[in-house]
């Protein structure tokens, strides 16, 4: 089953395979996970990943969340490992969440 992941998800997930944080202005990459839906969105949705993807990427410090419970309104910041153009961080607030469609979306509040 084919489900997209939000922006957070695909910050993480850049970093991870080497996109400099100023390259990132839009991700979007579908997956196939091995779960019913509605686990893979409760363990999403409760910024579940956070927990279990963070530790695996070395082109991340750190993230925590600001503000909120992984709900609208939620600031979420990502602290990178600084790179030559001397990116160090993103913090997100998300603005929408669709519990119905599986979907999530934030806005830059910077680095």
Known sequence: MLKQFSLVFFVLFACYVGVNSRELKHITKELEVDAPAYEAWELYRNLGLINIIVPKLP??????????????????????????????????????IDDQKKGESGKSLGR
């Open 59 to 96: 082109n991340v410090q750190s993230t925590q969340v600001l503000k909120g419970d992984g709900g609208i309104g939620t600031v979420a910041k990502t602290t990178f490992v600084p790179d030559e153009a001397g990116n160090s961080s993103y913090t997100e607030e998300f603005i929408v």
